[in-house]
C-alpha cells in the first residue's frame, strides 16, 4: 500500500491568491482526500520586500471560502530561517557544498567572458577547491561570502506524473547558490528544507516549476534524502493563449466572492482547468470531485480559461442548490436580506429565479421587483410590446375582469388570459408581454403565471395600475 499523501500547498504572499493558485490548492486538496491523506498550507513569506500581510489575510480567507482548508496550522517559511541555515551547515560540513567568495565584478567577468563566446553562463566553480589555508584567511579577513551546492557529475532523472520522464544533464546546471551574502537561503534551498522537515511525499504546483526540479532533487540527494513524487499542473491560459491576464480570469479569488459566485461553482470549474474526468460530464458537486479526483486524468496541456463556461457551470450550480440552501447562503453574505419578508415567500421567490442567475448577486438584483413595484420599464421590451394606447386599452379592460375572478392560482389564471384574448380576438402574447412588463418591468422572467400567483392580487392590480397610467411613455 503506498503511504498515504503528505501534500502542501505554499503560495508566495506577494499577491493575491488567483484562479491558478486556487487550482493548485484544489488539485493538492484533492488528491489528498481522496487517499486519505493531508494537505498542509505553507506561506513561503521569506522575500520581506515583496511578501504582505494583507497578503497573506486574503490568501488564507480566499481558501476558507473555498472550502480548501488546511489540516494543521501554518507553516511559515520565514520562521524556519534556523531550520534552513543549519541545513546548509550540515552540507558545508558534509562537504555536499562549499563556501564561494567570488565577488560580484568577478562573476561579472566571467559572465562577459561566456557571453563572449556565445556560451550560456554557468559559474565557473572556482571556489570548490579552496586549501584549508585558503579558507581560513578568507574567513578570518571576514571576507563576505554566499554558500553553493557542489553539483555532482551525473544526471538528474525522474518521472513527473503529468508530463512524463525527465532528464538533465548536471553539465546544464552549475553550483547554485543556496544561501545568500547576506545569510538568507534561496527558493530551491528552502523549499526542500521545508518539504524535507514536513515529510511531503507529493509535490503538485504549478507547471513553472518543472524546470526548478531538478536542481531540488539534488538537493534532496545532497542532504541524504529521498526525493518526493512529482505532479506539476499546466498553466492556465488566457483565450488568446498567453498567460492569464488580468482582463481575463486573473482577478483575485475574492473578486469572484465579491460578484456573489458559489464556491463550490468556482471549484468545479478549476477542477475542470486541466483536468477531465473521462467523460463528457462537467457539473460535479464537491463531494464527487474527491471521489474522482485523479492525477492520471490530468493533461499536459494548458487549461483555457473561458468565461462562459464559468457562467455556465456557476448557473447549473445554481439551479441545483435548494432554495432553502441559497437563502442561508444569502443570509451569510448580508444577515438582513429581505428579512421583513415572509421565510415562505422567499423561498418561493428564489425557486422562481434561481435558474436564470449564475451568482448570489444575480439572485439579488433578478429578485428585486418581487418585492419593490418598479417604477420604470424595460425601454425595449416596452417599445416592442407596448407600442400605443391600444395596448393600454386592452390592458385596462384586463385589469377589470382580474377583479372578478373568484380564484387566484396559475392555472385558473391562464386560462382567464386565453379566454379575455379568445374574447377580444387576440393572440395570448398581446396580454402576457405587456402584462410581464407591466407587474415585473421585464421583458423576460419566470412563467407569467406563477409570477401573477405569487405577486398576489393586491400587487398584481396595483402594478397594472401603474402601467396604465404611465405607459406607452409620451
Ligand atoms: N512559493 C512558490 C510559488 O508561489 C511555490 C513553491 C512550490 O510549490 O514548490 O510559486
Known amino acids: 500500500?503506498?503511504?498515504?499523501?503528505?501534500?502542501?500547498?505554499?503560495?508566495?504572499?506577494?499577491?493575491?491568491?488567483?484562479?491558478?493558485?486556487?487550482?493548485?490548492?484544489?488539485?493538492?486538496?484533492?488528491?489528498?482526500?481522496?487517499?486519505?491523506?493531508?494537505?498542509?498550507?505553507?506561506?513561503?513569506?521569506?522575500?520581506?520586500?515583496?511578501?504582505?500581510?494583507?497578503?497573506?489575510?486574503?490568501?488564507?480567507?480566499?481558501?476558507?471560502?473555498?472550502?480548501?482548508?488546511?489540516?494543521?496550522?501554518?507553516?511559515?517559511?520565514?520562521?524556519?530561517?534556523?531550520?534552513?541555515?543549519?541545513?546548509?551547515?550540515?552540507?558545508?560540513?558534509?562537504?555536499?557544498?562549499?563556501?564561494?567568495?567570488?565577488?560580484?565584478?568577478?562573476?561579472?567577468?566571467?559572465?562577459?567572458?561566456?557571453?563572449?563566446?556565445?556560451?550560456?553562463?554557468?559559474?565557473?566553480?572556482?571556489?570548490?577547491?579552496?586549501?584549508?589555508?585558503?579558507?581560513?584567511?578568507?574567513?578570518?579577513?571576514?571576507?563576505?561570502?554566499?554558500?553553493?551546492?557542489?553539483?555532482?557529475?551525473?544526471k538528474t532523472k525522474f518521472t513527473d506524473s503529468v508530463y512524463g520522464k525527465i532528464e538533465v544533464d548536471h553539465k546544464e546546471i552549475d553550483d547554485f547558490i543556496i544561501q545568500r551574502t547576506d545569510g538568507s537561503s534561496t527558493y530551491n534551498f528552502t523549499v526542500v528544507v521545508d518539504d524535507m522537515d514536513m515529510e511531503i511525499n507529493w509535490i503538485i504546483r504549478g507547471e513553472d516549476h518543472l524546470a526548478n526540479t531538478p536542481k531540488q532533487i539534488i538537493v534532496y540527494k545532497a542532504l541524504g534524502s529521498k526525493p518526493p513524487r512529482f505532479a506539476h499542473l499546466p498553466m492556465i491560459l488566457g483565450p488568446n493563449g498567453q498567460r492569464l491576464s488580468k482582463r481575463h480570469g486573473a482577478t483575485g479569488i475574492q473578486a469572484y466572492r465579491d460578484m456573489g459566485f458559489l464556491p463550490e461553482a468556482l471549484l468545479n470549474y478549476l477542477a475542470l482547468l486541466g483536468w477531465s474526468p473521462g467523460n463528457n460530464r462537467e457539473v460535479f458537486f464537491f463531494k464527487e470531485l474527491t471521489e474522482k479526483f485523479s492525477l492520471n486524468k490530468v493533461v499536459k496541456k494548458g487549461g483555457v480559461f473561458d468565461e462562459k463556461k464559468l457562467n455556465w457551470i456557476c448557473g447549473q450550480h445554481m439551479s441545483d442548490k435548494s432554495s432553502q440552501d441559497l437563502l442561508n447562503t444569502m443570509r451569510e453574505l448580508d444577515p438582513d436580506w429581505h428579512s421583513d419578508q415572509d421565510e415562505s415567500y422567499l423561498l418561493n421567490v428564489?425557486?422562481?429565479?434561481?435558474?436564470?442567475?449564475?451568482?448570489?448577486?444575480?439572485?439579488?438584483?433578478?429578485?428585486?421587483?418581487?418585492?419593490?413595484?418598479?417604477?420604470?420599464?424595460?425601454?425595449?421590451?416596452?417599445?416592442?410590446?407596448?407600442?400605443?394606447?391600444?395596448?393600454?386599452?386592452?390592458?385596462?379592460?384586463?385589469?377589470?375582469?382580474?377583479?372578478?375572478?373568484?380564484?387566484?392560482?396559475?392555472?385558473?389564471?391562464?386560462?382567464?388570459?386565453?379566454?379575455?384574448?379568445?374574447?377580444?380576438?387576440?393572440?395570448?402574447?398581446?396580454?402576457?408581454?405587456?402584462?410581464?412588463?407591466?407587474?415585473?418591468?421585464?421583458?423576460?422572467?419566470?412563467?407569467?403565471?406563477?409570477?401573477?400567483?405569487?405577486?398576489?392580487?393586491?400587487?398584481?392590480?396595483?402594478?397594472m395600475n401603474y402601467a396604465i397610467d404611465n405607459l406607452p411613455p409620451s
Open 350 to 463: 428564489i425557486e422562481m429565479v434561481q435558474s436564470r442567475t449564475k451568482s448570489l448577486s444575480e439572485l439579488n438584483e433578478f429578485s428585486g421587483y418581487f418585492f419593490t413595484d418598479p417604477q420604470s420599464f424595460d425601454e425595449k421590451a416596452v417599445k416592442k410590446r407596448w407600442k400605443d394606447t391600444s395596448v393600454t386599452e386592452l390592458m385596462n379592460r384586463y385589469w377589470m375582469s382580474l377583479h372578478e375572478l373568484t380564484k387566484w392560482e396559475p392555472t385558473v389564471l391562464e386560462e382567464h388570459l386565453r379566454t379575455l384574448a379568445e374574447t377580444e380576438n387576440v393572440s395570448a402574447g398581446k396580454f402576457i408581454h405587456p402584462m410581464r412588463i407591466a407587474i415585473s418591468g421585464q421583458g423576460v422572467g419566470p412563467s407569467l403565471f406563477d409570477l401573477m400567483a405569487l405577486l398576489g392580487r393586491e400587487r398584481v392590480l396595483r402594478r
Open 1 to 154: 500500500m503506498p503511504a498515504a499523501p503528505r501534500v502542501r500547498f505554499a503560495p508566495s504572499p506577494s499577491g493575491e491568491l488567483h484562479l491558478g493558485g486556487a487550482r493548485t490548492a484544489l488539485f493538492n486538496y484533492l488528491f489528498a482526500k481522496k487517499r486519505g491523506g493531508k494537505y498542509f498550507l505553507r506561506i513561503e513569506d521569506t522575500d520581506v520586500q515583496r511578501s504582505k500581510q494583507e497578503f497573506v489575510d486574503q490568501i488564507c480567507y480566499s481558501l476558507e471560502w473555498l472550502g480548501l482548508k488546511w489540516d494543521e496550522p501554518i507553516v511559515y517559511q520565514s520562521k524556519r530561517r534556523d531550520h534552513h541555515h543549519s541545513a546548509a551547515r550540515q552540507l558545508l560540513q558534509a562537504g555536499g557544498a562549499y563556501r564561494c567568495f567570488c565577488t560580484v565584478e568577478e562573476l561579472a567577468l566571467e559572465r562577459d567572458e561566456a557571453a563572449k563566446e556565445k556560451k550560456l553562463y554557468r559559474y565557473s566553480g572556482r571556489c570548490r577547491d579552496l586549501t584549508d589555508d585558503e579558507l581560513k584567511l578568507r574567513l578570518n579577513r571576514a571576507d563576505p561570502f554566499c554558500v553553493r551546492i557542489t553539483v555532482p557529475g551525473g
